[in-house]
Structure formats: structure tokens, C-alpha cells
């Protein structure tokens, strides 16, 4: 029986939207019967398994320091639990991504009939794969964009030269998939060639769909947000083509006529943008959760009144899918692929005037409107599953058998 090698990024990578996609795809690729089998080059992280909500005990946290430890300088190299001591810490990333993962997958690959990478920027990993055909799964094309913007570090000439690298290698590879059409153009555009490259739509946990009567509630009280406030979400990283700038903007604009917070899940705010949140006076309705995991983050739905993703540039856009799922409301800019995902169950705001975006959750304040959007917002989410895509996936590996 022919056997397919998934390589995942590396858990200490902590990207969620990374991590989801590894363990659904496998887990239906493996629960179903395709006619091969299926294997990871390395463990997937835990972030969006509920199961790292839990704490351990002190102890158990000692005990999984010293195992993590022991493991590093005696036991045969798992990149994905690498731990580098003392100094060399901070560049455990580089060290794992560029030296012992690819290490692994070589070694992978030998028993593999089809290597997909699921993540473009670990396309470095198509030179492991040997003469075997390699499936690359292309989420977005940040590193073009990132290379053809101005440089003035030794930092970003360092993360550059990985970019140049990733990038000759990703033309290698034999087949792509993309989340969208659009970015399906974009990618064939670069390559100069659209046979190999395929449109895979990822999907939504069904669990984002259950409803919770206490969800809303424990959300707010944990967050210390009042019970009658309007709360805007936004769900992501907060690099620049996130545009969170705006978020806090429209936030602030709106706190001027309604008692209105800011929830951000998923990242960390910048310098530049602490700043702009104590200028524009709205610190106390701010709240951020750097870090969440499912559970977490399916109570932020549950919780905010709207999500807000103003974002410049998106493959797919997973928070409008598991916001429509939530039954909660979105607000957007159709950047990118986010338009082609909203379908019609958005409010899409042209540009980049915060004023606009206030208009438009100013719509939200009518309740018909509010209810088909939430409508809409259902029966689009329940067009996009795990299970589809893990079929569509099937049947780009077995002409490469």
C-alpha cells in the first residue's frame, strides 16, 4: 500500500491556523479509506487540541522540563520537541526549521511514496524529499511581498536569504494547493504555470458550531467586560498586513457613541500600536489574549459581538469561517482570498477609513439585519469541511503514486 509523508510546521512555531490544518488533514486522511497510509514527520502542535487547556501540577511541569532536556543531548533528534539550552535558546527556530527537521525528513522520506509539505514556508523540505513526488500546500505569498519590500537590518537580510531559499525550492515541487481561486492566480501568475495547482478549500471545526448558554457570560467575566457592552473581536497575529491600527481606530470612533471594547486574540501588540492605544485614550477597553487555545478562542466568539478582520492581505481567513460558524457577525475588508470565503454573509468595506467600518457595524445595530447575517453566516461555514477537504486532497496525491 502506497504510504503519504505530511510534514507539518514545528509546534514550537505556535501557529494555530498552521497546526489546525496538520491535524485535521490528518486526522481524515487517516480515519478514512483512500487506499494509502498516512504518517508525520513530526508531532503537530497542541494549541488547537483542547486538551492544553488543562494545567498540570507543578510537578508534571518539572518533570516534562527535564524530559524535554534529557531528550535534547540523549535521545534520537524529534525536531518538534527541540529545546536548545541556556544562550541559544532565542534561535531555536533557525536551528530546528533549517537543520534537525530537515534532517528528519530526509530520513522520513525514504519510506514514502508522496511528501506533502503543508506549509509553503517550510518548502525548503522539497530537497529532502529524494526523487519522490513532493505536494505543496501554498496558504498565502508573504515571503514575494516580504523580499520585494525594502530591507535596513542584518535581522531581516538573515530572514530574507531563508525566503530566497524557500522560495527557489517551492518551484520544485510537483503539485499546489490553495485555499482559494484567487489565490490560485496569484500563485500561477509567480510560477508562470496554473496545470499543477489546485483549489482545496480548508474548513471549520464543527465544534465552533455548538451552541454554549454560558460561553458569552464566562467569556465576559474572565475578560472583565461588562454584560451590556459591544465587543469587537478580532482573532489573529497583529503583523502589519493585519491591519490592527484600524481595529483600534474604529474601536475608539465608536466608544465615542457606545460603550464599546476591544477583544484581540492570537497576538501581541507592537510597540507602535501600544502606543496608538494609549493616544486614542481606550487602554481600559482593551483585552488580549496572546495565546489561546480552542477552547479559549471559541468563548471569544461567543462572547464579542462582531469580529472585525480589516486585514491587507489573506490566502483563506479561518476567523471568518469559525466567526460565522459561532453564530457571530463579520466585518471585513475582502482582501485577498476574504472575499471569495464571505461569500455574501459579510459586510465587506471597501479601503481603509476607519469611518467606514464604523458605518458599517453601525448596521449591525438593526436586528433583521443582524439575524441574515447570521443566517447567511451559518449556511456558508456549513459548505467548508475537514472531511471534504481531506477527499479533495486524496485525489491530487494518487496520480504521483
Not at 507543578?58 to 518533570?63: A, C, D, H, L, P
Amino acid at each position: 500500500m502506497p504510504s503519504v509523508l505530511l510534514v507539518p510546521d514545528l509546534p514550537l512555531e505556535r501557529w494555530p491556523s498552521m497546526d489546525r490544518y496538520a491535524h485535521r488533514l490528518h486526522d481524515w486522511l487517516e480515519s478514512s479509506d483512500f487506499g494509502f497510509r498516512v504518517n508525520l514527520a513530526a508531532h503537530v502542535g497542541s494549541l488547537t487540541r483542547d486538551s492544553v487547556g488543562r494545567r498540570g501540577s507543578t510537578g508534571e511541569k518539572r518533570s516534562n522540563r527535564r524530559k524535554a532536556f534529557v531528550r535534547w543531548w540523549s535521545q534520537p533528534v524529534d525536531p518538534s520537541r527541540v529545546v536548545l539550552p541556556g544562550p541559544l535558546h532565542g534561535p531555536q527556530s533557525y536551528a530546528a526549521r533549517y537543520y534537525f527537521y530537515p534532517w528528519r525528513v530526509k530520513r522520513e522520506a525514504k519510506r514514502a511514496d508522496v511528501v506533502h509539505v503543508l506549509d509553503h514556508s517550510y518548502a525548503h523540505m522539497i530537497e529532502k524529499a529524494g526523487r519522490r513526488p513532493v505536494v505543496v500546500t501554498v496558504h498565502d505569498l508573504m515571503p514575494v511581498v516580504v523580499l520585494r519590500s525594502p530591507t535596513d537590518g542584518w535581522r531581516e537580510g538573515v530572514r530574507n536569504r531563508f525566503l530566497r531559499q524557500a522560495l527557489k525550492a517551492l518551484r520544485q515541487a510537483d503539485s499546489y494547493i490553495v485555499g482559494t481561486d484567487w489565490l490560485k492566480r496569484e500563485l500561477a501568475t509567480w510560477l508562470g504555470d496554473e496545470r499543477n495547482i489546485h483549489v482545496v478549500p480548508f474548513g471549520v471545526d464543527r465544534a465552533f458550531f455548538g451552541e454554549s448558554a454560558v460561553a458569552r457570560d464566562r467569556g465576559r467575566r474572565e475578560w472583565r467586560i461588562p454584560d451590556d457592552a459591544f465587543v469587537v473581536l478580532h482573532v489573529g497575529s497583529t503583523v502589519d498586513r493585519k491591519n490592527v491600527p484600524l481595529v483600534i481606530q474604529t474601536v475608539a470612533r465608536l466608544r465615542q457613541q457606545t460603550d464599546t471594547y476591544l477583544l484581540q486574540v492570537g497576538g501581541r501588540f507592537s510597540a507602535e500600536q501600544e502606543q496608538l492605544i494609549e493616544r486614542l485614550d481606550v487602554r481600559r477597553a482593551v483585552r488580549s489574549v496572546a495565546s489561546a487555545d480552542d477552547t479559549t478562542l471559541r468563548r471569544a466568539y461567543r462572547a464579542a459581538d462582531v469580529l472585525l478582520f480589516p486585514s491587507l492581505y489573506e490566502g483563506f481567513g479561518f476567523p471568518v469561517l469559525e466567526a460565522f460558524a459561532s453564530g457571530l457577525p463579520v466585518v471585513t475588508s475582502g482582501a485577498g482570498g476574504l472575499k471569495e470565503v464571505a461569500g455574501d454573509a459579510a459586510l465587506v468595506v471597501e479601503g481603509r477609513d476607519p469611518a467606514a467600518y464604523v458605518h458599517a457595524l453601525e448596521r449591525l445595530d438593526d436586528p433583521d439585519e443582524r439575524d441574515d447575517m447570521i443566517q447567511k453566516g451559518w449556511e456558508r461555514a456549513r459548505q467548508f469541511t475537514w472531511q471534504r477537504t481531506a477527499a479533495m486532497t486524496a485525489e491530487i496525491y494518487k496520480p504521483l503514486f
